[in-house]
């Protein structure tokens, strides 16, 4: 049997299969629940989504009641010094600060790997390592480059037996099944991210919806992969609005006043925990319209990254401007033409933080 690169707290069991998920670093190996489609939905229908903690679009915290303090010094405990170490990390921009953070983190999870909380802020953080990698000064060797993968691919699965009724654990491990799943032509892995993604979208519609978009923005526009992210933009829209949005003037201006809404509908809009999702948001989506062709509409839907009273501060306001001063067809065009590598990004390279950053 080859040798297993990443290592899990548990047993697989029967049903489970080893798989392989590609990475920008080579592919690594995880264990994936082999859950049929109808089994899914089932267990999604059991779910309460009350239960739920406010979401981000990419990654976020539950911001529930401060964890005990030690109860033999009075301070606060490892976790929750890692959490807030993280947090001010992460919302500050402070990518230099990580890996403390993560390793308080790492120290609390190797005192208790059950508390669901905590391996929660340590899945946060290895999604943050791996997300914005390029940014490790000095630059990780290839083999920290590896671990850094294989602990998040730990994570993503120990977070979501921890914490089976968060939603956006579906999202996050359906879009990673996806994309390896397309990039090895695997018939078998993609049916279980699309599963996993279907589960996800049933029990948190705009958060399922959007990250079936991440999952396929990759993919040429003339393949029917690109249609389903395409499909599901315009679905995230429709269900953060409340209505079916104009696809060829798609002003969310008439919707402003759900700007704050609480439930699952507010990870639609800019929270605490994603100063600027909004922006973001629009952003991404005007990018996709510019890869389908739709100029026009794009251009609209980067307009409405404009409308937050935070975009004057947001660290990336420059490339939406950008984008609007900027020939949408000619970027449009490179699509479509015989060579794959000159295809512009659909979304910033620094993702996570060009939400969750003040």
């Known amino acids: 049997m080859a040798r297993v690169l990443l290592k899990v707290t548990r047993r697989p069991r029967r049903r489970d299969a080893m798989t392989t998920v590609s990475t920008p670093i080579g592919r690594r190996r995880l264990f ?36 005990a303090p030690d109860a033999s010094s009075g301070r606060p405990s490892l976790a929750q010094q890692g959490k807030e170490a993280f947090w001010d990390a992460f919302l500050n921009d402070r990518y230099e600060d990580l890996a403390a953070s993560r390793d308080l983190l790492m120290r609390a999870y190797e005192e208790n790997p059950k508390d669901a909380a905590n391996t929660h802020q ?29 602990s998040f691919l730990r994570f993503i699965q120990e977070g979501r037996e921890l914490n089976p009724d968060d939603a956006r654990y579906d999202g996050w491990l359906g879009a990673t099944l996806v994309i390896g799943g397309l990039d090895q032509r695997s018939a078998d892995l993609v049916q279980q991210g699309r599963a996993l993604l279907g589960a996800g979208t049933e029990r948190w519609p705009a958060f399922g919806q959007f990250m079936t978009v991440v999952a396929f923005e990759r993919q040429p526009v003339t393949s029917p992969e690109w249609a389903e992210a395409l499909e599901a933009m315009w679905a995230t829209v429709d269900t953060c609005v409340g209505a079916k949005i104009d696809r060829e003037n798609p002003d969310i201006t008439p919707y402003l006043h759900k700007q704050g809404e609480q439930g699952l509908n507010s990870a639609c809009w800019s929270t605490p925990g994603v100063p600027h999702g909004q922006e973001g948001l629009y952003l991404f989506f005007g990018d996709v319209l510019v890869k389908e062709g739709e ?56 993702f996570c933080t060009g ?4």
């Open 32 to 67: 994936v629940p082999r859950t049929t489609i109808p089994e899914l939905g089932a267990r999604a229908r059991r779910m309460k989504s009350a239960t739920l903690c406010v979401a981000a679009l990419a990654v976020a915290s539950c911001d529930g009641a401060r964890d």
């Open 122 to 150: 340590v899945y946060n953080a290895w999604f943050w390592t791996t997300g914005e990698i390029d940014r490790a000064d000095p630059p990780l060797t290839p083999q920290q480059i590896g671990a850094s993968w294989d």
């Open 295 to 350: 100029v026009d509409a794009a251009e609209v839907m980067f307009r409405n990254a404009r409308l937050t009273e935070s975009y004057s501060t947001w660290r990336d306001r420059p490339i939406v401007e950008e984008r609007l001063a900027s020939d949408l067809a000619m970027r449009s065009a490179l699509y479509r033409d015989d060579d794959p590598n000159n295809d512009p990004p659909v979304k910033t390279a620094l």
């Open 355 to 358: 939400c969750h950053s003040h």
